[in-house]
């Protein structure tokens, strides 16, 4: 497909953060750190600071006001890997191949000679760490990883200085921490295999022994039992390395801080995926009942604590004026993702969807809508920002920032719009393009969307989502109708084809 320019749709060049002459309080560092935190499924009505939540996120909400609370940001996908995908190259997922939703034995998505954030911070002399869920696959070969030894290529091949991650998601195999390529306390006589296909000998499943979970799947994860927890795919051994799910947040978010520590002293770039509120949801006992909303709601109050928990870092490292904090989500919520564990039930008042339709897997707003915050104390005036704004763009606007010169295809989806990412202005982009579940295109111009045909099913019925997907053109006008209510295809052709030949031009037909 044909690769497009990049275009700055700011209209202006940012120059790099240099050393003003004399000012010895600057001298200490000439760039600004970046922490990237990285929300799994909360949606636009989970934070409290956007105004739909019965959840109280006081950390987030004091980010919020501190920063730029952006109202319209989307990322590129209504799954993980996609947008993470995105995100990470500043590349649509959809140019390529076998970027859906990750087994945990996958093959590393992102190839080696690809371009990344974290290749392009290390270029710029910063140091680079991910830390949490990742979701982007490991080594060479799916299912051919050996979990016993260093598996490569992996993030370190990405240009990520340091990594502590989970392989996938907290509901698939392998239950382990993996830390700069390697199981995190493995014991060598008790060695770890995994198989997306079949069970171990002897292995208890979720399916076969129900006794034995303390926490019942609602659909699908009925595989692997680890934690009392059944999960997707097949593991056995490695006993010592597996996780405690009460723990994760902990155990990443003090790597995070670590991170943080040990980079303080030059510039670093942070990309910390949570856990939360992504399936199984087992918040530590300290938030247990605190959201009154069951696991989901306490899973929330978890994600603030870590949010402030990275705040209280950089005050305490006093790094606040020097590092941009942007927070945002992969996708959008879901209440049932696959365990019995009352979100449904408890769910009260809370719309973790906000004012849009759908949501996670969705075409519909709901499924990509998603809060976004950038604070930068001394650079970013607090304000709400309405301005249209995509994940694909981090890595522009990054790049800006840096003061880094795009090589040949390097990022061809990416724009820099980091005068929007830091509300000095209110531009919106020129359009933005998202993908849901079944890979079928969705594109918004000013206030108007267009959802192009697809066969996929109009409803997940396990999840209760509607997936915006009709064998037809589908046409909003977001302003007057964020709710996407009403198709006013048939009676707007003009804007159709408008929108359908800028997607058109995108996908570079
Ligand atoms: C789905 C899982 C869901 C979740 C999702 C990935 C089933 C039935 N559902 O296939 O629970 O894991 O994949 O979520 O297995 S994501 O946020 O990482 O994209
Ligand atoms: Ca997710």
């Known amino acids: 497909m044909k690769k497009l320019s990049i275009l700055s749709y700011t209209g202006l060049t940012i120059l790099p953060f240099t050393l003003s002459a004399g000012n010895a309080k600057e001298k200490k560092q000439t760039k600004p750190n970046i922490v990237i935190i990285y929300a799994d499924d909360i949606g636009y009505g989970d934070l409290s600071c956007y105004g739909y939540s019965k959840v109280q996120t006081p950390n ?3 980010l919020a006001a501190e920063g730029v609370r952006f109202t319209n940001s989307h990322c590129g996908a209504a799954t993980s890997t996609p947008s993470r995908y995105a995100l990470l190259t500043g590349e649509y997922a959809w140019r390529k191949e076998g970027t859906g939703i990750a087994a945990g034995d996958a093959a590393m998505i992102i190839k080696p000679e690809q371009h990344t954030i974290p290749r392009m911070m290390q270029a710029m002399g910063y140091k680079t760490g991910a830390v949490g869920k990742w979701h982007l696959g490991l080594g060479s070969e799916t299912s051919k990883q050996n979990w016993n030894g260093l598996i490569t290529p992996g993030l370190k091949e990405l240009g990520f200085d340091y990594s502590y991650i989970l392989a996938a998601t907290g509901d698939r195999t392998p239950c382990v921490f993996m830390e700069n390529g390697r199981v995190v306390n493995l014991d060598p006589n008790d060695p770890i295999a995994v198989s997306y296909i079949k069970n171990f000998d002897g292995e208890p499943t979720g399916k076969d022994n129900p006794e034995l979970l303390r926490m019942h799947p609602s659909h699908g994860h009925n595989q692997a039992i680890v934690n009392g ?6 593991m056995k051994g490695g006993k010592s390395a597996l996780w405690v799910d009460e723990n994760i947040a902990d155990s990443i978010t003090v790597k995070a801080l670590q991170f943080i520590e040990n980079n303080k002293n030059q510039p670093f770039f942070l990309y910390f995926g949570t856990q939360d509120v992504h399936v199984p949801r087992v918040p530590h006992p300290r938030f247990v009942g605190k959201s009154g909303l069951g696991p989901r709601g306490d899973a929330l109050v978890e994600f603030d604590w870590t949010v402030g928990q990275v705040m209280a870092k950089l005050k305490e490292l006093n790094l606040d004026d020097n590092t941009l904090v942007i927070l945002s989500s992969d996708n959008g919520p879901v209440v049932d993702d696959g365990y019995q564990d009352q979100a449904v039930k408890l769910l009260g008042d809370h719309k973790p969807w906000g004012p849009f339709r759908g949501g996670k897997y969705s075409s519909f707003e709901a499924g990509t809508h998603v ?22 763009d981090w890595y522009a606007s990054f790049a800006s920032l840096a003061g880094y010169q795009f090589k040949h295809g390097e990022a061809p989806d990416s724009q820099n719009g980091l005068k929007t990412m830091l509300g000095k202005n209110k531009k919106n982009r020129s359009y933005v393009v998202k993908q849901n579940i079944n890979n079928s295109l969705s594109i918004i111009v000013g206030d108007w969307k267009y959802i192009e045909p697809s066969k996929g099913a109009k409803m997940n019925k396990d999840t209760n989502i509607e997936l915006g ?11 007057l109708d964020p709710g996407e209510k009403t198709n006013v295809a048939a009676t707007n052709p003009k804007k159709v084809a408008e929108l359908k030949s800028k997607l058109d031009a995108v996908k570079g037909k």
């Open 60 to 62: 987030v909400d004091k």
């Open 229 to 234: 927890i059944s999960r997707i795919g097949f």
């Open 371 to 392: 809060p976004q915050i950038v604070r930068w104390t001394g650079k970013v005036k607090p304000s709400v920002s309405p301005a249209l704004v995509t994940q694909l």
């Open 469 to 479: 997907n009709l064998n037809a053109e589908q046409l909003y006008n977001l302003k």
